[in-house]
């Protein structure tokens, strides 16, 4: 791959800014990578692991002469952050971020944008339980999806964006901000609330520790608490900053939710079937889109 970019800045130094960064030192995509964080212990692990070319430590040193420049924070700090950068940022550069909320990170941030900056907002659809910049991996990002919502981005400045992360193997796909959000309400959002919460009404049993439910733990059970390892800072946030569509998909879950269990009182086995029959066509929709497989793979792993 050619250069895309002279200098890139990755502000937050996790699992998503250090599989950036692996991706584009293997493709080349950038002359050089400089990164921050909030943290001296993400920084120094950051420079001990070396995947960027400098580490500095704030994020306005980070940021200056950046053509580049990704916000990989939590969404609930993205506006502090801007705040922070935005005398720092050289005119004419791209700021963008990987929040999986859309809307709330475009209210928090674009107050605060210089003149000449041009803020394109992104969301890689990508990611693993683990977390922190040791997580991080080149591949991370192929064919799985980035979605931007570019309102009124510079087309030019668009194009080169689409480009590079074309280079880091995702498929680009651009929607409007309150769209998106209602999508990762049903696709990730919700999953996660209630992967949280199945396993927290394991705990309260006092049955996730039971040797027995580890040991002959199903697939189902087992996903949920992969699901449920993920960062809380990170969803904390997301569940705060996209309220609205979350709730709106837990309310139709909590429908359907009562729907199946009168089915289940009731012996009505012919719903429950319909039922199972319509969600199993889903499953297999997303195996023929290429976003998973249809081999046994009960550890998930990458």
């Given at each position: 791959?050619?250069?895309?970019y002279?200098?890139?800045a990755?502000i937050?130094?996790g699992?998503i800014?250090?599989?950036m960064?692996?991706?584009?030192r293997?493709?080349?995509?950038?002359?050089?990578?400089?990164g921050?964080?909030?943290?001296a212990?993400t920084r120094d692990?950051a420079?001990?692991i070396g995947?960027?070319?400098?580490v500095?430590?704030s994020?306005a040193e980070a940021?200056a002469?950046a053509d580049?420049v990704?916000?990989?924070?939590?969404v609930g700090?993205m506006?502090a952050?801007a705040a922070e950068?935005?005398?720092h940022?050289k005119?004419g550069?791209?700021?963008s971020?990987v929040?999986?909320?859309?809307?709330a990170?475009?209210?928090?941030?674009?107050?605060?944008l210089?003149e000449?900056?041009?803020?394109?907002?992104?969301?890689p659809v990508a990611?693993?339980?683990?977390?922190?910049?040791h997580s991080g991996?080149?591949?991370?990002?192929?064919n799985?999806?980035?979605?931007?919502?570019p309102?009124?981005?510079d087309?030019?400045?668009?194009?080169t964006?689409?480009?590079?992360w074309?280079?880091?193997?995702a498929?680009?796909?651009?929607?409007e901000?309150?769209?998106?959000?209602?999508?990762?309400?049903?696709?990730?959002?919700?999953?996660?609330l209630i992967a949280y919460?199945?396993?927290?009404v394991?705990d309260?049993l006092?049955?996730?520790t039971?040797?027995e439910?580890?040991?002959?733990s199903?697939?189902g059970?087992r996903?949920f608490?992969?699901i449920?390892a993920?960062?809380?800072?990170?969803w904390?946030?997301v569940?705060l900053?996209n309220k609205?569509a979350t709730?709106e998909?837990l309310?139709?879950?909590?429908e359907?939710?009562f729907?199946?269990?009168?089915?289940?009182?009731q012996g009505?086995?012919?719903h429950l079937?319909?039922?199972?029959?319509?969600t199993?066509?889903?499953?297999?929709?997303?195996i023929?889109?290429g976003q998973?497989?249809?081999?046994?793979n009960?550890?998930?792993g990458r």
């Amino acid at each position: 791959m050619a250069q895309i970019y002279e200098r890139v800045a990755l502000i937050g130094l996790g699992l998503i800014a250090s599989s950036m960064a692996h991706g584009m030192r293997a493709r080349g995509l950038a002359g050089e990578i400089v990164g921050t964080a909030r943290s001296a212990e993400t920084r120094d692990a950051a420079r001990e692991i070396g995947f960027c070319d400098r580490v500095e430590d704030s994020a306005a040193e980070a940021v200056a002469g950046a053509d580049l420049v990704v916000l990989c924070v939590p969404v609930g700090a993205m506006g502090a952050v801007a705040a922070e950068i935005a005398p720092h940022l050289k005119p004419g550069c791209v700021l963008s971020d990987v929040g999986s909320t859309k809307r709330a990170v475009m209210d928090a941030v674009a107050p605060h944008l210089p003149e000449g900056v041009h803020f394109i907002p992104a969301h890689p659809v990508a990611g693993t339980e683990q977390s922190g910049p040791h997580s991080g991996f080149a591949e991370l990002f192929e064919n799985r999806w980035l979605l931007m919502t570019p309102k009124g981005a510079d087309p030019q400045a668009l194009e080169t964006y689409v480009e590079f992360w074309k280079g880091l193997g995702a498929l680009v796909e651009q929607m409007e901000p309150d769209h998106h959000d209602l999508v990762l309400a049903v696709t990730s959002h919700a999953p996660h609330l209630i992967a949280y919460t199945m396993v927290g009404v394991a705990d309260d049993l006092q049955r996730v520790t039971d040797s027995e439910v580890v040991t002959f733990s199903a697939a189902g059970f087992r996903d949920f608490t992969r699901i449920a390892a993920s960062d809380p800072t990170m969803w904390r946030d997301v569940f705060l900053s996209n309220k609205e569509a979350t709730l709106e998909i837990l309310g139709r879950f909590t429908e359907e939710l009562f729907a199946l269990q009168r089915a289940i009182r009731q012996g009505d086995g012919d719903h429950l079937h319909a039922y199972f029959t319509r969600t199993r066509a889903i499953r297999r929709g997303i195996i023929e889109a290429g976003q998973d497989t249809d081999a046994p793979n009960f550890g998930r792993g990458r």
